[in-house]
């Protein structure tokens, strides 16, 4: 069964640190291509992050509000994407989901979603 | 940047047909993908490519496009259907993927 499992969500103060983890399962992780998507809270999808596969080159591409804040990664060792938060805000609160693609193909495989709420 | 435009909401009776306009503020538009998001749950893709459905989707999904507007089609609506609906994109290099704001279906 394909599946991705997000962790590591939680209460953080304003400008604190956050590592999200996704594990990943029932797929060839090392040839996929994975992204982070937000959700704020009543609000729509907002795409966050990406990380290509090394064999296309391991590029990674970020949203213009979290670019030089957000780092992600991969483990392909472990079948785990991370994403690290800095400087966090309180727009940073949201629901975070872990899906492959991203490509031409879309994003056609999502978590569950791990929730992040910044406050003080 | 590049954005992507939908209606905020649609309305349809039950066995009728809805369609969810997704706009492109620029071109060349690259391909676009849809999807299904109920309340609570995380989103499912039922369109990628404009117009391939993913296995498992029912045919009364289907998508289509032109020029720079992308169209996700639901015929024969159920209420099972009643569900935000989100168009994405990337922008002409590939490098930002984008999402639209999303379409509130209701079945009447």
């Known amino acids: 069964e394909v599946q991705l499992v997000e962790s590591g969500g939680g209460l953080v103060k304003p400008g604190g640190s956050l590592r999200l983890s996704c594990a990943a399962s029932?797929?060839?992780?090392?040839?996929?291509?994975m992204n982070w998507v937000r959700q704020a809270p009543g609000k729509g999808l907002a795409w966050v992050a990406r990380?290509?596969?090394?064999?296309?080159?391991?590029?990674?591409d970020y949203a213009a509000p979290v670019k030089g804040r957000f780092t992600i990664s991969r483990d392909d060792s472990k079948n785990t994407v991370y994403l690290q938060m800095s400087s966090l805000k309180s727009e940073d609160t949201a629901v975070y989901y872990c899906a492959t693609g991203g490509g031409i193909n879309g994003v056609d495989i999502w978590g569950q979603g791990t929730t992040v709420t910044v406050s003080s | 940047s590049y954005e992507l435009t939908q209606p905020p909401s649609v309305s349809v009776s039950p066995g009728q047909t809805a369609r969810i306009t997704c706009s492109a503020d620029a071109l060349p538009k690259q391909y676009g993908s849809w999807y299904q998001q109920k309340s609570g749950q995380a989103p499912v893709m039922v369109i990628y490519k404009d117009s391939e459905r993913p296995s498992g989707i029912p045919e009364r999904f289907s998508g289509s496009s032109s020029g720079t507007t992308v169209t996700l089609t639901i015929s024969g609506v159920q209420a099972e259907d009643e569900a935000d609906y989100y168009c994405q994109s990337t922008d002409s290099r590939g490098t930002n993927v984008v999402f639209g704001g999303g379409t509130k279906l209701t079945v009447l």
């Open positions: 029932g797929f060839t992780f090392s040839n996929a291509w």
């Open positions: 990380i290509k596969s090394k064999p296309s080159g391991g590029t990674t």
